[in-house]
Nanobody, 125 residues
Framework: QVQLVESGGGSVQAGGSLRLSCAAS????????MGWFRQPPGKDREFVAS????????SYSDSVKGRFTISRDNAKNMVYLQMNSLKPEDTAVYYC??????????????????WGQGTQVTVSS
């Protein structure tokens, strides 16, 4: 089993930027797709971004496309989410997760068996 720990959350004004990090330990994660999800207050968890094991393929939700960038460093067992042009509707707890997929990005939360504890992102207008 892999352990995932997110960091980098915080409070920022609209238009600002944050970079989330996710550290993986317990086993090598370079063979699996990784993803970021978020849960806004009072809403269900939703897909944000996913990246293939090599980093060559990425997928984004329409709501963040063009503003967020997912990346990974397999040598460091890290995955990142660079968030630019943040909006108040981006306010949520952000989670990283490791997928059962060893190839393509995945957007279904059911495809991710292991999750971090989450990090809060708050964007004020």
């Amino acid at each position: 089993q892999v352990q995932l720990v997110e960091s980098g959350g915080g409070s920022v004004q609209a238009g600002g930027s944050l970079r989330l990090s996710c550290a993986a330990s317990g086993r090598t994660f370079s063979t699996n797709t990784m993803g970021w999800f978020r849960q806004p207050p009072g809403k269900d968890r939703e897909f944000v971004a996913s990246i293939s094991r090599s980093g060559g393929l990425t997928s984004y939700s329409d709501s963040v496309k063009g503003r967020f960038t997912i990346s990974r460093d397999n040598a460091k067992n890290m995955v990142y989410l660079q968030m630019n042009s943040l909006k108040p509707e981006d306010t949520a707890v952000y989670y990283c997760a490791i997928s059962i997929s060893t190839t393509l990005p995945r957007s279904r939360s059911d495809d991710y068996p292991d999750w971090g504890q989450g990090t809060q992102v708050t964007v004020s207008s």
